[in-house]
């Protein structure tokens, strides 16, 4: 089975912090996704990657930054959190158009 | 603009009978049509999925409908169990142009059934 690991279920930050949640899968796979998932308002693409080194813009990037330097890692930057980035956060890697696995996910409250 | 709607935020059903859950599309450049499970403090899991050129597919207890015409998917679930009590979001995977491949999500909806 796929694996999609993020190193934290549970973060808590303050305003202001340079935020880094940490994504890495077990599959070889080229394309991997963070979303951010708020109540009444589903799963919102924040970034994506189809490849190392490559990083685009998804629906939501504002305040926010990636890194994608091994194939196999694939980092979510918050350069300076605000309480309205409160929300919990999945990381996702693809391995064709249809076929997504997440990771269990990282809730993150910024005080 | 949400492309893709799942009206009920919730629904209520006895364990045995039928659960229904809505989904309803906007933009027509979608070729598949995803559903994830949702457990609290874990991430999505699939269930199922239908392409746009078909109009039914069936897994087990689960079996999804398509209506190109009125833009509109269902995911049946029979008969419901108290362990599939959770959240169920509808995902569309985009056609092409800039947004090929990329999955936009439904807000969810939270199914309790209840023993």
């Known amino acids: 089975d796929v694996k999609v690991t993020q190193s934290s279920r549970y973060l808590v930050k303050r305003t202001g912090e340079k935020v880094f949640l940490e994504c890495v899968q077990d599959m070889d796979h080229e394309n991997m996704f963070w979303y951010r998932q708020d109540p009444g308002l589903g799963l919102r693409l924040i970034y994506f990657s189809y490849d190392v080194k490559m990083k685009e813009k998804g629906d939501i990037p504002e305040g926010y930054s990636v890194s994608r330097e091994k194939k196999e890692r694939f980092s979510l930057i918050l350069e300076s959190a605000s309480t309205n980035q409160t929300s919990m956060y999945l990381c996702?890697?693809?391995?064709?158009?249809?076929?997504?696995?997440f990771g269990s996910g990282t809730r993150l409250t910024v005080v | 603009d949400q492309q893709v709607k799942q009206n009920s935020p919730s629904l209520s059903v006895q364990e045995g009978r039928i659960s229904i859950l809505n989904c309803d599309y906007t933009n027509s450049m979608f070729d598949y049509f995803l559903w994830y499970k949702k457990y609290p403090a874990e991430g999505p899991t699939f269930l199922i999925s239908?392409?746009?050129?078909?109009d039914k597919n069936e897994d087990g207890r689960f079996t999804v409908f398509l209506n190109k015409s009125a833009k509109h998917l269902s995911l049946h679930i029979v008969p419901s169990q108290p362990g599939d009590s959770a959240v169920y979001f509808c995902a569309a995977v985009g056609a092409g142009g800039t947004s090929y491949g990329k999955l936009t999500f439904g807000q969810g909806t939270i199914l309790t059934v209840h023993p």
């Open positions: 239908i392409s746009s050129i078909k």
């Open positions: 996702a890697s693809r391995r064709d158009r249809t076929f997504y696995t």
